[in-house]
């Protein structure tokens, strides 16, 4: 299996990456951990270095995963930095047929459904797939990037809208940090939530 | 320009059409054709097309531009600036590049009795065989692409581009913090005009012509 992180831009570091690493490779030391990043300095896994065309800032990198040339073949188990690992999650992931997203269960209010918003009630902090099955995505966002670019806030907007069929990890699994504070789950969602700040509160005070 | 915007408004009236009868559901369509032409839009084609003018005539022949000349616009979006060159050079070819499919579709029925040509490509595939190429987005190519670009251009052509320092929007992948910068990056073999203008007081648009 791998295991994969992206990192550009320096909205988080090295310590953030090698801190999620080393939660998760205390419950699963066999697979294989890269970061797929601009910057491999300091970091305690393999690197995989990010493409220079097409040049695409912040989370849209996180697509380049799906494309054909993403050199990794196999059971692909994707994390967003800004999650954490409370427990062991691996009894979960299990099915790496298709695209498996996190259930935004906590977005129950209607106004999530507002079609010309595009708002989702899934995320993509954890994902799995199995490498080379889904390359649509990449190509479909590719031919017209631009455009994708602008209509869409993130890549969780654009898997859904434009169609392609995902399934969903059982709710149990995820916290929502934001939502759900007093939740005891394997992995915390942070969604970008003053994570550096609780980050930098946590590595102080631990 | 008033036909045109009551074009816009019939187009926009069939997306929301399509959206109600049809699988197509592209709401957002409508906002990305209204951003097209809006204010800013307009202003800084003007500019750049006034300017094109001022230097026009004294280069025409030193270039061997002809009496039809032929345009190029790269990554034209819906055709704007292929209109607003439409209203000045009405003796030319004009071709509107973008790889959108949309973008043909929707500008080759705002624009249909403008004789301006629409064509679904990349227009770093599509080549600049032209007297002049413009591009007003400039920020949105891929850095060594456009540059490469620019270097298979035929001596003699025009280029007259514009990009801005608005480093913020995920679209933009080909900003550069001053006009000095974008006019270093374009490396082109003479400047015949070189200009900045603030927008909204959040960025600089430039705006270079040479060849």
Known sequence: MNIIFVKWGNKYNSEHVNTLYLSLLQYNSKANYYCYTEDPSNLLMSTIPIVSRPRLKRWWNKLY???HNFPLSGECLFFDIDTRINKNPFPYFNDFSGLTLIDCHWKNDSIFDRPHNYDVRINSSVITWTSGTMNDIWEKFYKNKDYYLRKYKGIDRFIVHEGFTYKTFPTELIQSFKFEPNKIAPITTYEELDYGDHFTKNTKTN | MEIILQRILKQIEIIYDDSMYSQTNDLYRIKDLIHSVDYNQILSKRWLITELLNIFNPIKNKHNLG????????????????????EKFENSLIIN???DPVCLDIGSKIYHDQDIGFEQNDVVDYGIDCDIFVSTS????????FKFLLKSKPKHTICALQSNDWEKIDSHINCHKTLDDFIYYLSLKEVLYKGEIKINNEYSRFSVIGW
């Open chain 1, 65 to 67: 995963m799906f494309s």
């Open chain 2, 67 to 86: 009496e039809i000349p032929k345009f190029i616009i790269g990554g034209g979006w819906y055709g704007l600036m292929a209109y607003l060159l439409r």
């Open chain 2, 97 to 99: 590049v973008d790889m």
């Open chain 2, 138 to 145: 400039v920020e949105h190519f891929d850095k060594d692409d």
